[in-house]
């Protein structure tokens, strides 16, 4: 997302030089929805060294955020305001046709409420991520992200120039940074907006706003290509276009040890960490 910057003077547009000063002068100009180059943050946990931090951004309402992760990295997400929704692309950065797979995430695990000590999966039988800590509780595997047909539907624009931006369009083009393309969006997980299944099957949206501040911290069992963005839940029934900023911070991490009780927590989890290990004593 391009940061807010003082009008530009009459003529600049017409002189190159007046329009470069104009251009520097916003240099060191910081609002809250954006990346810190160099990452900096000031309330990591207390064994990270700042020598670690990989990744400091906060994602703009109806914005979006991708990085390339390696294997060990953890990833928390704060929901700011209390109003935030994190949709995740999650990709094998070696081999990105791997990609996260929703159904053998709730089918492999027997639960479709994820919350600490779950996992996300790809489509090979492997552990993309693992969900360390969760004071959200509110996560949805089901309803997918938005569309352009499902907001103009809703707020009358669907544009991704426009004013009500979807999920999947901002997905692509985080997905363009890494050479993909609209194939290779996949369906995605929502964080800090949930829902529940109700007996007729109907899906029961519960989307908030909730308290700010709340956190997941995810760890990244490969190198990943992670894509978030930052829209209002499909289902939200709000007529506004409502969404709040989301806070990012990533730091490296070790890998996951065969004692980890994550990892050790039930057979068919281990058997995805076995098949990760697999992939990476090649």
């Known amino acids: ?37 160099p990452p900096v943050a000031d309330d990591l946990p207390a064994d990270v060294e700042a020598a670690d931090l990989l990744w400091e951004e906060t994602i703009a309402a109806g ?11 953890r990833v928390r997400l704060i929901d700011v305001h209390g109003d935030a929704a994190a949709h995740l692309q999650i990709f094998n950065a070696g081999l990105p046709t791997e990609r996260l797979n929703m ?47 499902s907001n103009a539907a809703r707020y009358g624009d669907g544009r991704n120039s426009g004013a009500c931006p979807s999920a999947r369009d901002r997905f692509l083009l985080g997905a363009a940074k890494h050479g993909l393309g609209r ?9 800090f907006k949930g829902a529940r299944i ?10 908030g706003p909730f308290a700010p501040g709340r956190h997941v ?3 990244a069992e490969m190198d990943l290509i992670l894509i978030i963005a930052n829209c209002p839940h499909v289902l939200d029934p709000r007529e506004q276009y409502s969404v709040t900023p989301l806070r990012a911070t990533a730091w490296r991490g070790p890998v996951t040890p065969p004692e980890d009780d994550i990892r050790n927590a039930t057979p068919e989890g281990l058997r995805a960490f076995l098949n990760v290990e697999d992939h990476y004593r090649r």
């Open 198 to 207: 109700a007996e007729d099957g109907a899906i029961l949206p519960n989307v």
């Open 1 to 37: 997302m391009n940061t807010p910057h003082t009008p530009r003077p009459d003529g600049a547009l017409a002189d190159p030089n007046a329009a470069r000063a104009h251009a520097r002068a916003q240099g060191g100009t910081r609002v809250e929805a954006m990346p810190i180059l």
């Open 217 to 219: 911290l995810l760890r």
């Open 103 to 149: 159904a053998d995430t709730v089918k492999v695990q027997w639960n479709a409420y994820l919350g600490p000590g779950k996992l996300l999966l790809s489509d090979m039988g492997r552990v993309l991520m693992s969900i360390v800590e969760d004071s959200a509780g509110t996560h949805d595997c089901f309803s997918g992200a938005s569309s352009p047909a």
């Open 183 to 191: 194939r290779d969006i996949h369906p995605s997980i929502t964080l």
């Open 63 to 73: 914005g979006y955020a991708t990085r390339r992760l390696p294997r060990g990295a």
